[in-house]
């Protein structure tokens, strides 16, 4: 992997938020090691991170520390590991660092300013560098991640456009006939169109007007065979698309119904919405 | 490697209890704090915060430098132990995605924040919600990109586009924080010689 790559890759980002596996955090730190910007942008998310987290402290009660230091007190009396002697070279070590005290430099003040001006320079240039370079690397893994997203558009238009170029053969087509659907005194205004070609094994049934049914209620389709009703599967409430159905050889007619949610196995006679003849 | 830190390492290594003491008095309550946000309880993020601490003891010597900062390597058992205790069956699961949504703690520990870093409050505001969203999953519960890919319904390129910016503009505001804090503390020095 080419370090353009890898930077785009998204292992740093895994990395510093601990949730590499081990043989990824193994690529991360020889890249680290390999290219000290690199590591130092690593370097800059992680301490970034950790400040981001005691952004987010809560004081916990004080009783914990003694909870928890007795606890850890009776471990070490268990495993007789003392270490008394160190605490007390810690203690009377004045080069070891404490949490709260805050060390003051007896450097004259003018060394601190002449120090202080290189540092705003310097870091004011690293901000500036380290911006661009951060613009730069998330272009990378933008135009990445919309290439991939345009990739899986246009397979889905592609689709689309394939189920639309059938559509519009079938529709064209001289041997395809329209069937109206007419609605019933159980909704008078309900109105659908069925695409029916004798030569195919499907047809289009296009929805215009019908009320929605209830959540625990589904339309079911129907094809009146010499006097028996044939089950034409249950029809999906979409107003004004073409929705695919089978054709039924000598289907004299085709009827909606209101049936409960999972559909039945007979219609519903007094719940026919619609009905038209083939 | 901050001195702080290189200490720790040092002392957990030898298994020196001033080692979890200065554990203990750095980082207990981001710890508090990130369980808080898991177990979303006062009590057992108390034990999680104890029983991290024990593991960290145990495993001190076994930190290596190599696979991340002390700091993280911490977290990670810290963020292991509260997940372990949401999944016991003792656990009256809110739903760990709830953590996300404004809790009752929210207020508990923007007031207790601690200020004596300048400008943290911002850099938790400046995030904008859906990366710290993200942010906060990743980084304080461990979710995984897949995890988090299932659990907000977005794409697995969007989850890693935003981890990006969210990286991105935490490291920004944390450049800028030191920048401020520097002209801060010249301001002061200058005035004082005067």
């Given amino acids: 992997m080419d370090k353009e790559k890898f930077l785009s890759s998204g292992l740093i980002d895994l990395y510093v938020l601990g949730l590499a596996s081990e043989e990824d955090a193994e690529i991360v730190n020889q890249y680290a090691e390999a290219y000290p910007d690199i590591k130092s942008m690593i370097t800059s998310l992680n301490v970034s991170l950790e400040q981001y987290a005691r952004a987010n402290s809560v004081d916990p009660p004080p009783a914990l520390r003694e909870k928890t230091f007795g606890e850890l007190d009776q471990i070490i009396a268990n495993n007789s590991i003392g270490s008394k002697k160190r605490d007390e070279e ?152 073409l929705i695919k159905i089978p054709r039924i050889a000598h289907a004299e007619s085709l009827n909606v119904t209101l049936e409960n949610l999972g559909g039945a196995e007979a219609p519903n006679v007094s719940q026919i919405f619609m009905s038209g003849k083939v | ?42 009590a057992l993020a108390q034990d999680v915060v104890q029983e991290s601490m024990i593991k960290i003891w145990k495993n001190g010597d076994k930190y290596d430098e190599k696979k991340g900062t002390i700091f993280n390597w911490m977290l990670n058992i810290v963020r292991r132990t509260a997940i372990d205790k949401t999944r016991s069956p003792n656990f009256r699961p809110k739903g760990r995605i709830q953590t996300l949504d404004p809790t009752v703690y929210e207020n508990t520990w923007r007031s207790q924040l601690n200020t004596d870093v300048v400008g943290l409050q911002d850099m938790v505001n400046n995030l904008e919600e859906r990366y710290r969203v993200i942010i906060e999953m990743a980084y304080f519960q461990g979710y995984t990109q897949k995890e988090i890919e299932k659990e907000l319904d977005i794409p697995i390129g969007t989850v890693k586009s935003r981890i990006r910016i969210a990286l991105r503009e935490l490291r920004k505001s944390f450049n800028l924080q030191i920048a401020i804090s520097i002209i801060l503390a010249i301001g002061i020095m200058l005035s004082s010689k005067l």
């Fill in chain 1, 90 to 241: 810690y203690s009377n070590n004045p080069n070891v660092p404490k949490a709260a005290s805050e060390s003051r430099s007896s450097v004259s003040n003018l060394g601190i300013g002449v120090g202080a001006l290189l540092i705003i320079g310097l870091s004011f240039g690293m901000f500036h560098f380290n911006n661009k370079y951060d613009k730069s690397l998330l272009q990378v893994s933008e135009l990445n991640n919309q290439l991939a997203e345009c990739e899986e558009n246009a397979a889905i238009i592609d689709n689309n456009n394939q189920i639309f170029a059938a559509q519009n053969e079938f529709l064209r087509n001289e041997r395809t006939v329209h069937i109206q659907l007419n609605g019933t005194p159980n909704a008078p205004n309900a109105f659908a169109v069925a695409y029916w070609n004798e030569e195919e094994e499907y047809a289009y049934l296009n929805i215009l007007d019908l009320p929605q049914p209830n959540a625990d209620k589904q339309y079911q389709l129907w094809a009146d065979v010499e006097g028996e009703m044939i089950n034409m599967g249950i029809l999906d409430y979409e107003k004004e698309k």
């Fill in chain 2, 1 to 42: 490697m901050k001195a702080i830190e290189k200490e720790i390492i040092k002392l957990l290594h030898v298994k020196d209890r001033i080692g979890l003491e200065l554990v203990y008095d750095n980082y207990a309550a981001a710890f508090y704090g990130i369980a808080l946000k898991v177990v979303k309880s006062e």
